[in-house]
């Protein structure tokens, strides 16, 4: 009984090998395929697609610094919240700025008056040598015809001087014009200086230069500001991409191609770009310290050249938060 229950063990045996031998050259077969499908696939992409990871997504910020000192008696943002372009956001206090453009239009108006009275008398002096000169004129005939004394003359030839003394000190006083313009010095200063007090108290309101949210904010009511200290910086909502390829990466690469884009933030969805241009220069050439290679030992390092890359769809905001700052993965297809 054992040993015909040994050669029935046997048979079985023998019989799951004979089973199992097709099913392990299907798997190897299977293996073989799914190898060779991943090698076409990473020969495709390394001939056809350019990618890095040291990619990140940029803007321009603008900070926001006042151009006139002085306290702040209003704030109108909060952080991280959104502005629009010409949107008022602070105020400084502009009781002294409104005093001093009452100051120097008050003195512009006393120089203009003074111009006006110039003209007036100037007038008045052209009229006056005007008779003076008939007058010469006609006791010089009477005189010629011996019908006026000698004196009489005399009075007459005294009046014209005075009268062409007067018309010039009148010409020197007024303030000669071209066009439109005022040539004169003092109307022109005081009108510069009247306009920079205007300039200056219209500058006591400040507006958002752009469109974009406010971050960084340090600025409070009650603070002094002086010209030019930040207060705040506003970052636009225009965004794009800045990678960094290896040198070795460009050869085919050119403005225009299509770009497959994914943020980190986002890894389920595929953005879609374009490149924009290609730095004329590498990262460390632009840096503020360029490396001097002429000077000690040298190693040789590959470069990264950094590409600028512009999202082809519009991003909506309340989706898609996607800040300056964070890190990309961008696929270019070079070919």
């Known amino acids: 009984m054992e040993e015909e229950n040994t050669v029935k ?50 803007t321009t910020t603008v900070q926001v610094a006042p151009r006139v000192s002085g306290q702040i008696t209003e704030v109108y943002i909060t952080d991280n919240q959104p502005v629009t372009e010409g949107m008022l956001v602070a105020k400084i206090d502009d009781a002294d700025y409104k005093v001093k453009y009452e100051e120097m239009k008050a003195r512009y108006e006393k120089v203009l008056l003074n111009q006006e009275n110039a003209k007036a008398i100037f007038t008045a002096a052209q009229t006056k040598i005007d008779v003076a000169k008939k007058d010469l004129d006609r006791y010089t005939n009477l ?73 960084s904010r340090r600025v409070e009511k009650g603070m002094y500001v002086n010209v030019g200290a930040p207060l705040f910086t506003i970052v636009p909502h225009n965004v794009w991409v800045v990678a960094n390829f290896k040198e070795n990466q460009l050869r085919h690469m050119k403005p225009g191609q299509e770009v497959s884009i994914k943020v980190d933030t986002y890894p389920d969805k595929v953005f879609k770009g374009k490149v924009d241009s290609i730095q004329r220069a590498s990262g460390a050439k632009s840096s503020l310290f360029p490396p001097e290679n002429a000077v000690g030992s040298f190693v040789k390092i590959v470069q990264r050249i950094p590409v600028k890359i512009v999202f082809d769809e519009k991003i909506n905001p309340e989706e898609y938060n996607i800040i300056p700052g964070m890190s990309v993965i961008p696929k270019v297809r070079v070919r």
Do not use: W
């Open 9 to 58: 063990e046997e048979g079985q045996q023998t019989e799951e090998k004979k089973v199992h031998k097709p099913r392990k050259r299907f798997i190897a077969m299977g293996l073989i395929v799914l190898m060779a499908i991943g090698c076409g696939i990473f020969i495709h992409d390394a001939l056809n697609f350019q990618s890095t990871d040291d990619a990140y997504v940029e």
């Open 143 to 215: 005189y010629e015809k011996g019908a006026v004394s000698k004196q009489t003359l005399d009075n007459a030839q005294a009046a014209y001087d005075a009268a062409q003394a007067n018309l010039t000190q009148a010409e020197q006083s007024l303030l000669s014009k071209s066009e439109d313009k005022v040539a004169d010095t003092d109307l022109k200063e005081a009108k510069a200086k009247m306009d920079k007090a205007a300039l200056d108290l219209s500058y006591t309101k400040i507006y958002a230069p752009q469109s974009g949210t406010v971050s």
